[in-house]
């Protein structure tokens, strides 16, 4: 049988925490650790406990969500984070996917949304609210590489980045694609190649960011 995905809840809001952790207890393959409100209740929390996923509010009162992505990197912890909020500026969305976040996903998406990002999330994919990939191709100042020309995409590796920022799993872009699941990876390699990046994250902000006329259009 397969292990849990062990979660950390991280909300300041009591009502809106209490009920999510009540939604995620009854779901199968979940197993939530622990919930707290503030970034120093998880990091002593994370010190003690083996966590898969991160379920992390941005707006946390006193403090923003994302500061915790710093003193995980210091402390050489590494595991999933998914940002759960009510909304967060295009320009936060861009650093957090440039630090390694695993997801975006807002508070008034459905439960079904929600399992499914975390699903998605805890098997090593990423998880974009489709409004959010929006406002972030929206709003970008796509600015041209200094040292390099842009390398133009194939066809397939096109095919292949839109998947991603669709939120499809490796699996799924296979299907669509009609190609087998190793040909995706070695193409989201390929694109890893060319964006410069190290993880979907990074590859997803680099292409919205940098490249979205020469990519995405």
Known sequence: MNSPVRILLIDDHTLFRESLVRLLEVEPGFLVVAHCASIAEALKLLASSAIDVILLDYDLSEEVGTDLLSELRSRNIAPRILIVTAGMRDSVTRDALSAGISGVIFKHSGPSQLIDAIHRVAQGEMWLDTAAIRSLIATTDEK???SRSVQPLT??????LHGILDGLTNKEIASKLQVSESSIKAVIQELFHKAGARTRSQLVRIAI???SKNWLG
């Open 144 to 146: 041209p590489a200094a």
């Open 155 to 160: 066809e397939r590796q096109r095919e292949v």
């Open 209 to 211: 960011e940098k490249h």
